[in-house]
C-alpha cells in the first residue's frame, strides 16, 4: 500500500555531509521530507537541512534505542572512509572496511528494533565489487570479482543481513564514478588539464564507469520509491520496486583514454601526458592496481529496466554541462 503523502515523512541518512550525502539530503528537505542525520559530532551550523542525531557506530557503543529514530520510512547509509584518503597500509585497509561493515550492522540493529521499522534501507557499495573485467560488459547479473576491493564491497553488502531479515526492503547502489566539478575524481583531475598536464593512465584501455552527482540523487529518490514519495515529490506511486545490487553508473561506460580526450576536448586543453603504470604503482603502492588501473564496464541495467531517466547520458554533453 502506498503511503499517504499528507503525513510527514521520516528519513535517517548516515555519511549526510560527504558528497552524495549532502545533495541527497538537499533533495530530500526539498520535497518536505523530514531527514534526520546520524552523526558523530553535531554541527550546529545555522540553516544546515535536517536534525542531527549523535551516535557513535563502533562494536559496542551504538545506542541501540534512540527514541528519535522511531515511525521512520526509511534509511539511507552512505558512510564510509575515502578509499582514496591515504596510501594502503595493512592498517588503513582494515579502517576502509571497518567503516562500511561495522556502520552497517550498527545501522541494521537499531533499525530492526524500532517499534515500526522502515520500509526500505538504501546502502551504499560501489562497482569495485565486481573486481578488474578488462572488456567484459557487466550487470548486477554478473558475478563478483576479486581483491580488496571486492572483498570490501561483498562483506559491505552482506552486513545488511540482520535488516533483509526483518523484512526491511534493501537496495544496494553500486556507485561508479561520480563526476562533480567541486570533488571526487574530476575535481582532481581538473587543475592537471586546465594546465595542459592532462592524459591517459598507463594504457588508458581499462574502463571507466561514470556517473553525474545530478544522476545518482535521482537514482536514490527512484529506489526510495513508494515508500518515500514526499510531500509534492514526482516519484510515481505505481513504480516496481527495486531491490538488492543496483548499478548507479551512466548507461554508457568510456575507455580512461576517451575520457581524457574528451575532457581535453571540453576543456580546450591537449590530454597528450601519459602516467606510466610504474610511476603509479611508486606513487600509491596498492591502490594503483585496484582503483587506477583496473577497469570495469559496468552498465545500469536495473534502472534501465525499471525506466529511469538519466539526466546525463553521454560524457561530452555531461561535461560541458558541469564544466560550463
Known sequence: MAINSSVEQRVVVTGASGLIG????RALTARQIHVIKLVRKMTGAPGVEGEEILWNP????????????NELD?????SGANVAAHRWSEEYKREILRSRVDTTRALCRLLVRMERIPSVLVCASAIGIYGDRGDELVDERSATGSGFLAETCKAWEEATREAEDAGIRVVHLRFGVVLVPGGGALGKLLPLFKMGLGGRIASGRQWMSWVTLEDVVAAVLRVLGRDVSGAGGTAELDE??????VNVTSPSPVTNAEFTRVLGRVLGRPALMAVPAFALRLAVGEMAD???LAGCRAVPAKLVEAGFHFQDP????ALRKLLH
Open 22 to 25: 549532502s545533495s541527497v539530503v
Open 58 to 69: 563502533e562494536p559496542g557503543k551504538t545506542d541501540d534505542s534512540l527514541p528519535s529514530l
Open 74 to 78: 526509511a534509511a539511507i547509509h552512505l
Open 240 to 245: 516496481v520496486e527495486l531491490s538488492g545490487a
Open 290 to 292: 585496484e582503483a587506477l
Open 314 to 317: 553521454v560524457l561530452e554533453p
